[in-house]
Antibody, heavy 122, light 108 residues
Framework: QVQLQESGPGLVKPSETLSLTCTVS?????????WGWIRQPPGKGLEWIGS???????YYTPFLKSRVTISVDTPKNQFSLKLSSVTAADTAVYYC???????????????WGQGTLVTVSS | EIVLTQSPGTLSLSPGERATLSCRAS???????LAWYQQKPGQAPRLLIY???SRATGIPDRFSGSGSGTDFTLTISRLEPEDFAVYYC?????????FGGGTKVEIK
């Protein structure tokens, strides 16, 4: 059974860097899937942040590309998200996801973490 | 960027009724690269349908997807009490991957 679990601070100050880690169990992170992050501001819809295969360059949404870094730690079976220079607009529930590939690109999201609320506030 | 517009915003129906949810894309989605997700309050979304019409593992057959090009539909043949939730479509034809704004299916 594939399981994903987000961890990290629930409160980040404006202008600082948001850092989250996703721990994967039940599946090897280097075994053929992409891994990524999606966020959902309170009461709003879903926004894809980016996806990464363990030994390839990541895909990012252009709207956050200048501030986002996704990386994979294969020995720990974890992947992480860093979002720099945060503002209140970055307040959201952040989900880590397994991303099903097709034709060598990330496609749809078949497993989700439970989500973690990150609030940006001083 | 492919923009997805879902309609209606809210659908008020009774258990046992048929639900038809629409997802329209701003440009053609090739190779039927469209998925549907269900989200209940306080929970993560769950994959229902991928590749326009393929049900994900464990999804009951009252859920079906159809469509092509720019117009896609999720149909729930007979609503069960656990089906009242918000539904999102997502395209994965081109980057950035995008979601529709959601349709809330509520109890009438």
């Amino acid at each position: 059974q594939v399981q994903l679990q987000e961890s990290g601070p629930g409160l980040v100050k404006p202008s600082e860097t948001l850092s989250l880690t996703c721990t994967v169990s039940g599946y090897s992170i280097s075994s053929g899937y992409y891994w990524g992050w999606i966020r959902q501001p309170p009461g709003k819809g879903l926004e894809w942040i980016g996806s990464m295969y363990h030994n390839e360059s990541p895909y990012y949404t252009p709207f956050l590309k200048s501030r986002v870094t996704i990386s994979v730690d294969t020995p720990k079976n974890q992947f992480s998200l860093k979002l720099s220079s945060v503002t209140a607009a970055d307040t959201a529930v952040y989900y880590c996801v397994r991303v099903h590939p097709s034709r060598f690109k990330p496609r749809y999201f078949d497993y989700w973490g439970q989500g973690t609320l990150v609030t940006v506030s001083s | 960027e492919i923009v997805l517009t879902q309609s209606p915003g809210t659908l008020s129906l009774s258990p046992g009724e048929r639900a038809t949810l629409s997802c329209r894309a701003s440009q053609s989605v090739t190779i039927t690269y469209l998925a549907w997700y269900q989200q209940k309050p306080g929970q993560a979304p769950r994959l229902l349908i991928y590749d326009t019409s393929s049900r994900a593992t464990g999804i009951p057959d009252r859920f079906s997807g159809s469509g092509s090009g720019t117009d896609f539909t999720l149909t729930i043949s007979r609503l069960e009490p656990e089906d009242f939730a918000v539904y999102y479509c997502q395209q994965y034809d081109s980057s950035p991957l995008t979601f529709g704004g959601g349709t809330k299916v509520e109890i009438k």
